[in-house]
């Protein structure tokens, strides 16, 4: 027992001095920056060429993938447009057509991607036109984005891959504790989700894959990427993307 004691007192003399010595500051330290609340990253400068701006950052990537990343952005829209959400639907449909993003879209003409069919659906938004009297066009501009990502030349499988990889970290940056944090990402995710099912479709042997990827869909609500109460957790959005990879992995 007096082994115990002796050892116990410098620390005893110890927290005696600490007591002497003055309290440390109570106001706030550095603080961490918020991200933004909403929609993909913004810079200060200029896009450099093959840039492109993500709800994760700025990526440098080819002209087809960019396509992709893009294309996430149109199927998003036309999706919120279907669920009556123009209000929504609206800046992911101008993605594809601001001059803003005329660096982004840099390429896209050697695909043969058209994006007539998706001015005329933003028209449609912007005029308040019920989504049930645009069927026609939302599909025409659905069958323009497919077009424009097959004429891309990307190996189908790569692509899946690729729109599995930005659903992950839109989703990610759009959801917390299982709440949105910033719409325009998590319906973006959605984009990529539905894109990846669709390409998948036209792949041989590829039923297990499609399987996955509608499982993946289904995991927003049933009308879409509206705006909901709670949401599926990043965690379990993780898993069921890399069961789609694994999927994916076999063919």
Not at 110 to 135: I, K, Y
């Amino acid at each position: 027992m007096s082994y115990f004691r002796q050892a116990l007192i410098p620390v005893f003399l110890l927290g005696l001095a600490a007591c002497d010595q003055p309290a440390p500051a109570t106001g706030p330290g550095p603080q961490a920056a918020i991200p933004g609340t909403n929609g993909p990253v913004v810079t200060d400068r200029p896009l450099a060429r093959d840039e492109i701006r993500t709800s994760a950052g700025i990526r440098v990537l080819p002209a087809e993938k960019r396509l992709a990343v893009l294309a996430g952005s149109a199927s998003a829209g036309l999706a919120l447009y279907q669920a009556g959400e123009l209000e929504a639907a609206a800046p992911h449909l101008e993605r594809l057509l601001s001059p803003e993003t005329a660096t982004e879209r840099e390429g896209f003409d050697r695909f043969g991607f058209d994006p007539a069919s998706l001015d005329t659906v933003r028209q449609a938004v912007q005029g308040g036109v019920p989504p049930e009297d645009a069927m026609e066009t939302i599909d025409a501009a659905q069958a323009a984005i497919f077009s424009g990502l097959e004429g891309s030349g990307m190996d189908s499988l790569d692509l899946v891959l690729f729109l599995l990889e930005v659903c992950g970290e839109e989703y990610g940056a759009g959801v917390m504790d299982a709440a949105i944090q910033r719409p325009l990402a998590y319906q973006v995710a959605y984009g990529h989700a539905v894109n990846a099912r669709q390409v998948a479709r036209g792949m041989e042997d590829a039923g297990d894959l499609v399987l996955e990827l509608e499982i993946l869909v289904r995991m927003w609500p049933d009308n879409g990427p509206v705006t909901a109460d709670a949401v599926a957790p990043v965690a379990a959005m993780g898993t069921q993307i890399a069961r789609a990879r694994l999927a994916a992995s076999v063919l």
